[in-house]
């Protein structure tokens, strides 16, 4: 999915301790400023003990200083309290695991330098102590039911990785080495590349148990499929994950499904179940309790792909009928997993510009809504005595650890991280509206006002298309909107048709039609923020990422309302990215081969109508992004400028589709701001801000 950068759109919070992160607010709270952005900590992933006493998650911090991120680990008591740290600063570490003796704490963490590999924590104290050392990283884990093993998912080894292995320990300090010329890629897959990873070959992730006694590593699946997701049955013996195993090419098919394989089995899966044979894509398996069950995600129709509604389904471990649990609920159902009693799973619900949690009887039945509000539920852990610790963001509140006790008592939120910081800054609380599009189709969103709004002004406004385009605005903490109401405008973000949350219907309203009905829904909440007073219909700007950016080429191609554009990672000549980008089992599912549909081809590609476009645009993109390449900003800037339009480009170097480089986000927001306040406000400002030095690097 051509999905916005989270980073810059949800930051989250930290788990600091009040000691630590006491700081002594302004008598008068202040705007929302573009460093801001680096204050905050973002939580996620937490995960509660099996005795129901702690809660773990990771906290993300952003320092300019250094140009660079780190993510620690730290707990809080669920009975309340301080938080405290459970790994060093200096070096990152994600993904923990509590094993389920309550005895441990299974990390991931790359440090001096190396692979990523797994870290064991003991819980009585102690340093941690790594418990793998395979040439490649650790993709991922999950403990045994006994904690006596782990299941990992490691990618082959390539050659090199197997050539470092052979030498690590033969003279690695000798400076006289000279660095080998690097081997071309031989490429035969038909899905030959994806963002963050580049050109594919033919090595795949595959499942290895680790006995930790006898520090054996065997293999158990293996093939040209990628193996993940895997699950342990509850009595240790077998192993589910997912795969796409679809003859004769997994690259030509959406048919992921659900498989299992015995845990000690020496002979790499060559004997598999296949638990599930539905034609599109079955994920996420989760056993029952009793272990005669197995839930998962399914897609039902895998023409649609990504408009498909995912839901919730069991089958028989031992494969047999399929019970798919909330068609009728007909909304996007994600992370299944039993409740411990068995009777029921929790999932989270994409619904309505909120995620919340989700629960449905296994025999079937109505959907309930344990934890539900007008907020964004990212993630949930499930302790045996039926204790549940979520991950939720609110507008007004990053991301912070919410215990919810057994049997559904109200929310007490564990984690104060950003509070002090928060309590510095002047907020603006976003509207959840709705209005009518050009054909009557009601739709929502969410609308900023200026911070400092008052009745009978009008406002210039920012018109914010989403990413996706299957996704949506979400009732969260969203710096950007934040920054731009701070800066005196009106934001608006819309829910158009192709967002999720509305039912699939709504989701699939633009298959094979971009730039039409998300387009009317779009000037609809712009027609709506204007007849309201707020936005002045002089000084309106608009610019989005991903298929926001795509959105706003369309946008720009068939109106000329908008004073300023900012487009970034956007796609304008769709039959270029044919064989370019990552999407080419996409493009001829929705669209057909290019050169048996290429009518269709053009008039989805907002390049051919580039000499419509006034708006002085700003294209940007990074560098490496094999989702949405720089070439879609690259060629709509080039044909603007032989027009002798107003347009610029800014290519971020090293970065891909979602950047990491805290002075590449910083730079991005100051020319956000700078552009529009001179095109939009009409300010005599430059469009771009003055140059600033170089970040030092460590030890610079």
């Known amino acids: 999915m051509k999905l916005g950068p989270f980073l810059a759109i949800a930051i989250a919070t930290c788990g600091l301790p009040s000691a630590l992160c006491a700081q002594k607010p302004p008598t008068q709270p202040r705007a929302v400023t573009i460093d801001d952005l680096f204050q905050l900590r973002e939580v996620r992933d937490p995960q509660l003990s099996p005795d129901a006493q702690w809660v ?39 993904h923990p695991r509590w094993s389920n003796d309550g005895k441990y704490l299974a990390f991931l963490s790359a440090r001096n330098e190396g692979k990523t590999q797994v870290w064991l924590l003991n819980r009585s104290g102690g340093e941690a102590q790594r418990l793998t050392d395979t040439p490649q990283d650790v993709d991922d884990f999950a403990w045994s039911p006994d904690s006596t093993r782990l299941v990992l998912i490691l990618r082959d080894p390539s050659e090199e990785e197997l050539a470092a292995l052979k030498t690590k320990d033969k003279d690695p300090d000798d400076k006289d080495k000279k660095p080998k010329t690097k081997k071309p890629w031989v490429i035969d897959r038909l899905q030959f590349k994806v963002d963050e990873v580049g050109y594919l070959d033919r090595r795949r992730t595959h499942l290895y148990v680790l006995d930790l006694a006898a520090k054996n590593l065997t293999q158990i699946t293996s093939g040209d499929y990628d193996d993940g997701h895997a699950a342990w049955s509850p009595d240790g013996r077998f192993v589910a994950f997912a795969s796409n195993r679809s003859k004769p090419d997994p690259d030509r098919s959406y048919n992921t499904d659900i498989w299992v394989v015995a845990a000690n089995n020496t002979d790499k899966g060559a004997q598999l179940t296949q638990v599930t044979t539905n034609p599109g894509e079955d994920d996420l398996p989760s056993w029952s309790p009793d272990g005669k069950l197995i839930a998962y995600t399914t897609q039902l129709d895998p023409h649609l792909f990504q408009y498909a509604t995912h839901h919730v389904a069991v089958s028989p471990a031992s494969g047999g009928p399929a019970h798919v649990l909330t068609q009728a609920f007909d909304r996007n159902a994600n992370e299944p997993r039993f409740s411990p009693d068995g009777k029921s799973i929790y999932f989270i619900a994409d619904d309505d510009g909120t995620q919340i949690l989700g629960s449905v009887p296994v025999a079937g039945g109505e959907v309930t809504r344990p934890i539900a509000g007008r907020f964004m539920l990212y993630a949930f852990s499930v302790a045996k005595n039926g204790d549940i610790a979520a991950q939720i963001n609110m507008p007004d509140r990053p991301s912070e650890i919410y215990l919810q006790p057994a049997p559904g008592n109200n929310l007490t939120r564990l984690t104060k991280t950003n509070d002090a910081f928060l309590a510095q800054l002047k907020l603006v609380q976003p509207e959840y509206i709705k209005f009518k599009s050009k054909d009557g189709t009601t739709v929502h969103g969410y609308l900023y006002k200026p911070l400092d709004y008052g009745s009978g002004k009008k406002y210039p406004a920012i018109l914010r298309p989403h990413g996706g385009p299957v996704w949506a605005y979400y009732a969260e903490f969203t710096h950007l909107a934040q920054l731009f109401a701070a800066n005196g405008y009106a934001v608006l973000f819309p829910n158009p048709r192709g967002s999720s949350g509305y039912g699939e219907n709504y989701a699939k309203a633009i298959w094979a039609d971009w730039g039409n009905k998300d387009y009317q829904d779009d000037m609809a909440m712009v027609d709506y923020a204007i007849a309201q007073g707020i936005a002045d219909p002089d000084k309106l700007g608009v610019g989005g990422w991903s298929y926001g950016g795509i959105s706003t080429d369309f946008i720009i191609a068939q109106t000329t309302r908008f004073k300023a554009a900012i487009s970034g990672a956007g796609e304008a000549l769709n039959t270029s990215f044919y064989g370019h980008d990552q999407y080419q089992r996409d493009y001829e599912t929705e669209l057909g081969r290019p050169w048996e549909s290429h009518a269709l081809w053009d008039k989805l590609s907002p390049f051919y109508k580039v000499a419509n476009i006034t708006t002085p645009t700003l294209f940007m993109g990074g560098e490496i992004d094999w989702n949405v390449p720089i070439l879609g900003g690259e060629q709509m800037y080039q044909a603007m400028k032989s027009l002798g339009r107003e347009t610029e480009l800014v290519v971020y170097p090293g970065e891909y589709h979602e950047f990491k480089t805290p002075s590449h986000l910083k730079d991005r927001l100051e020319r956000y701001v700078a552009w529009y306040t001179h095109y939009v406000k009409g300010e005599p400002t430059p469009a771009r801000p003055e140059p600033q030095p170089s970040v030092a690097k460590p030890g610079n």
């Open 56 to 94: 773990t998650y990771t906290v993300k911090t952003l320092s300019l200083k250094e140009d660079k991120s780190e993510e620690r680990i730290w707990t809080v008591p669920t009975a309340g309290g301080d938080a405290t740290p459970m790994t060093a600063g200096g070096v990152s570490s994600s």
